[in-house]
């Protein structure tokens, strides 16, 4: 039986003569239906464990992808703004502030807009659902690309 009482079948020790089972053989059976369960019990969590594993694992191929993929939009979007006129540095580092070099003008959908790092620029899109990367008239990344 499993833990949580399904019957998996049952352990049987067969003979050409008919035999009275004792009380120490019966106690012998019962341990060794016990370790079959143990083992089969193990067995599938080993396989549910795989399967995890393998979709997490594609999870996260499909996460480093989109990583990928959005790092080359950032990069080709601050290419092309970087002769445009803007602050020397990013505005998105909170109160310790950023030093490094503001390449790309985020909006969000209320409007509001900031000059940013390539790094805060990709935790702002990944973290924000509203952000984008936008265009001095805030028309989004594919207005942008087209100037």
């Known amino acids: 039986m499993t833990p949580d009482g399904h019957r998996l079948g049952t352990v049987n020790v067969i003979d050409r003569v008919p035999r009275?089972?004792?009380?120490a053989q019966t106690s012998i059976l019962i341990e060794l239906a016990g370790m079959v369960a143990d083992h089969l019990e193990r067995r599938l969590a080993a396989a549910l464990a795989v399967r995890d594993e393998r979709r997490l694992r594609q999870v996260a191929d499909q996460r480093a992808d989109r990583s990928d993929k959005l790092a080359e939009r950032l990069r080709a979007a601050a290419e092309v703004i970087r002769h445009?006129?803007?602050p020397a540095t990013c505005e998105l580092g909170g109160r310790q502030g950023c030093p490094k070099p503001a390449e790309l003008k985020l909006a969000d959908s209320w409007g509001d807009c900031a000059w940013a790092c390539p790094d805060h620029a990709e935790e702002a899109i990944l973290s924000v659902s509203s952000v984008f990367?936008?265009?001095e008239a805030l028309g989004g990344l594919t207005?942008?690309?087209r100037r």
């Open 133 to 135: 990367i936008a265009d």
């Open 20 to 23: 009275t089972v004792t009380e």
């Open 84 to 86: 445009q006129a803007h």
């Open 143 to 145: 207005a942008f690309r």
